[in-house]
């Protein structure tokens, strides 16, 4: 059972590029979320689903697009990349609105 | 507006010398609290859900408690496998989906 798996692990960008963050799960959960992990600050919400088909806005998603086209899919998409956008990416899933378990982590690096 | 602190920022102990830390909340209504570890370089690893005051959850060395403005993980005789980042996350029931993480408490256990 390999739980939820991000790809890729690290990443370098430049200024202005675009890049998909591929996340799975195979859990057969319906809730799905993209974090990113600032250097001293809590998780921030970036994205959510709650099923397939259905995404909406979390906390900070400007400069991110995402889609859920399936139950085990979940990709981020960042356009036209910015320093700003330096961080660690965590995807999770979750049954229902219950304790959420999460991937290993993108760790994003725009120069 | 709903706010998750935690306190210390980072705790030194020695192997052995239990402790507690610290989550401080501000929710319209909480759902539920959950505490997660991490460790360097890896996604949070889900340990507990509180769901109302005075319940209590145990887990080898570790117990969590709730009261209606605060939980605490209780850490016995840490050893050093212990040393990691414990994150706090509330969850209200307003507001739609909304789970917010407070910045977390970095452990060190020494030998």
């Known amino acids: 059972n390999a739980g939820v798996t991000q790809t890729p692990k690290f990443r370098i960008l430049k200024i202005g590029q675009s890049m998909t963050l591929q996340c799975t799960q195979d859990?057969?959960?319906?809730?799905m979320y993209w974090y990113r992990q600032d250097p001293g600050m809590g998780l921030k919400l970036i994205y959510y689903s709650v099923g397939a088909g259905i995404t909406d806005k979390g906390e900070v998603p400007n400069g991110y697009n995402v889609s859920r086209s399936t139950t085990e899919d979940f990709p981020l998409r960042l356009e036209l990349a910015a320093p700003s956008q330096t961080s660690v990416y965590f995807c999770?899933?979750?049954?229902?609105?219950?304790?959420?378990?999460f991937g290993q982590g993108t760790r994003l690096t725009v120069v | 507006e709903d706010q998750v602190t935690q306190s210390p920022e980072a705790l030194r102990l020695q192997e052995g010398e239990s402790s507690s830390l610290n989550c401080s909340y501000t929710?319209?209504?909480?759902?539920?609290l959950f505490w997660y570890r991490q460790d360097p370089g890896k996604g949070p690893e889900f340990l507990f859900t509180?769901?109302?005051a005075g319940e209590e959850k145990e887990k080898e060395r570790l117990k969590a408690t709730l009261t209606k403005k605060e939980s605490f993980l209780h850490i016995t005789a840490p050893k050093p496998e212990d040393s990691a980042t414990y994150l706090c996350?509330?969850?209200?029931?307003?507001?739609?989906?909304?789970?917010?993480f407070g910045a977390g408490t970095r452990l060190f256990v020494k030998a």
């Open positions: 996350a509330v969850q209200a029931h307003t507001g739609g989906f909304k789970t917010i």
């Open positions: 999770a899933s979750a049954y229902e609105n219950t304790e959420a378990f």
């Open positions: 929710v319209s209504g909480l759902r539920g």
């Open positions: 859990m057969n959960h319906n809730y």
């Open positions: 509180l769901y109302s």
